[in-house]
């Protein structure tokens, strides 16, 4: 029947919405109604998430599926609609999994709570669909109506005012649990949602488009025993398993088909959401293709696939990156934390570069770069207390976690990552200490490269534009923490009898230590956070450099940057938690925090106390004090020695304690 199907009768949408408010629930409902979803299917779909996902109950990483649904809107033989559907993650720190798909689909169901109502993530991921180029239709649907909490009426009432929804009858009410307005909701993406359009050189043939120039889009891909698996939409022609095609990463086919690699297409089929191999993918349908590929780094999100022959050939190749970077802020797809990763294995890097290496096949949000294999202590590449690592680029703290926890469950990689730390703008000032005529203006991730002692220079830190919900009885603990994390040009306004919206720029390093965590602390767990770009992004401000120091030697990855102000009481901060966390040993450890060239907090770990003067239960040496006193000396040197070349054991708690200040 999918044979069948013409492109007028295809549906490209995915659900959008704030972190929790019922994507998933609902997608699985939807399922369920087009007949994808029975008992064995739902096991399958199960075991294809993310085990992350499973055991923390969210999305992180967007995923599709195909459904066929009878409609009368449908114009081919057999009156059904095919409809894909990506259900993307709500976290903000996964925004670039929303932006690629919404670069996809021609409509988008935001979804509300209908608790809850409008949050923070609802605002931004309903202007990011509203600001792309071609903009997806937009359908409202509220969730959850069934709760005993939810006040629909209202919540509806409050939509339509702050989204300019002219009437609020046409907001869809559903609740997964209980099964309502879940053909409604069908119906109207069925009528509301346009079909993908042609490309234009495509002379699309219905009945026969087996000679048609193919032009496939990557969507997503993914590496598993048998390589790389690509997620690919048609844009136009047809592929069928057997074919030669070739990758086209340009915006043109311009090369030689000689110089160009070819691929014979092994498996080709559709998700259900499990894998169903069909052999054949037409114009405007979504599904998997296998073609034997091994390099993960070969396809990227928009890669075009080819037929070989049509290589040189002058066709229209749509670039959907730059798709991507148009119709997106800055803050959805660049990196906004820089941290380091180390294997806890001493001969583990190669098995963790391979890795990382097919987790950012997936996980576009990811920016890989190798450090140094040595470094020293101060530096960021591990040096003598971690060894080689990887340096790479996050989207935020929840971003950190789910990659860290991906490691072990999906290679049993045990790994330590260093605290997260954003990227300074430091303009260093001609003086002594730098020999520098002009003043030079650079981008400082790794705390290495920060200004020594002595040194002028000035920083100018990243900012953005932070947006609050909370219910009104928590305002002023909202406006209070907002004030202690140094935001400015603070905004309030009311959404409802309820509800306070508030609005200010914030320093990203104060966003990304543990608000979000003091947030829900605060307001009972029902404060929510979004994010996105302040104008302007950098401001100056007064930082320090704290370093930490173990028995005298700086260990770069804990070191940190915080406003000036508050250096002293972050260090004893810190240097109280390490304290805690750290093991002891047989020497003494001595943690110190250091800021312009002065201690500003120590802690010490003692030694452990071997009894020397006992051996097999009894007394050595008898009662000569001068033995005893010879073997106490003994015992104090070699602990002596034992503090200056013994090694400190750095666990991914210590470095906790650096982002949990």
Known sequence: MIDRIPLQDVRNFCFIAHVDHGKSSLSSRLLEITGNNGRENQKIALENTLAVERERGITVKASAASMLYPHPSAVGPDGVILLNCVDT??????????????????????????????????????????????????????????????????????????????????????????????????????????????????????????????????????????????LVQIAAGTIAEGDRIAIVTGTKSTTTSSSVQSFSVQEVGIVLPHSVRTGKLRRGQMGYVRFGLKDPSQVDTGTILIFHKDVGKDLYIPSINQSIINDNSADSTKSVLFASVHPLAEDGFEDLCDAVDRLGLNDKGLEISRTSDGGGNNSESGGPFLGPGLRIGFQGLLHVEVFRQRLTDEFGIDAVVTPPKVPYHVTFQPSKANNLTDPIKRVVEDLEDWPGFGEKFRVEEPMVEVRLMSPVQYAGAVMELI?????????????????????????????????????????????????????????????????????????????????????????????????????????????????????????????YRKDVLNKSGKMVGGGDISRKKKLLEKQKKGKKRSQQSGKVTLSQAAFNSVISR
């Open 483 to 607: 004030t202690k994390k140094r935001g400015i040009d603070l905004t309030t306004k009311p959404i409802d009898e309820n509800i306070w919206m508030f609005q200010a720029q914030m320093p990203w390093a104060e966003v990304v230590l543990n608000f979000h965590d003091m947030l829900k602390t605060i307001t009972g767990g029902y404060g929510s956070l979004g994010t996105f770009e302040a104008d302007p992004p950098l401001r100056e401000a007064r930082l320090s450099k704290v370093e930490i120091l173990l028995n005298g030697d700086e260990v770069g990855p804990l070191s940190f940057v915080c406003h000036t102000p508050n250096a002293q009481s972050d260090a004893r901060i810190v240097c109280k938690k390490l304290k805690d966390v750290l093991p002891r040993q047989q020497f003494v450890i001595v943690i110190q925090a250091k800021a312009d060239g002065k201690v500003i907090a120590s802690e010490r770990i003692q030694a």
């Open 89 to 230: 993650p709500g976290h903000s720190d996964f925004s670039s999994e929303v932006a690629r798909s919404l670069s996809f689909v021609q409509g988008a169901v935001l979804l509300l709570d209908a608790a809850q109502g409008i949050q923070a993530q609802t605002w931004t991921v309903y202007e990011k669909a509203k600001s792309m180029t071609n903009p997806p239709e937009v359908i409202l649907a509220l969730t959850k109506i069934d709760l005993d909490v939810a006040d629909p009426i209202n919540v509806a009432l409050t939509v339509s005012e702050w989204l300019s929804v002219e009437d609020p009858e046409s907001i869809i009410p559903t609740s997964a649990r209980s099964r309502i307005g879940i053909v409604p909701l069908l119906d109207k993406i069925c009528r509301m949602v346009p079909p993908p359009s042609r490309l234009p050189d495509d002379k699309f043939i219905e009945d026969n488009d087996n000679n048609q120039h193919l032009r496939a889009q990557v969507v997503d891909s993914w590496y598993d025993e048998r390589g790389v698996n690509c």
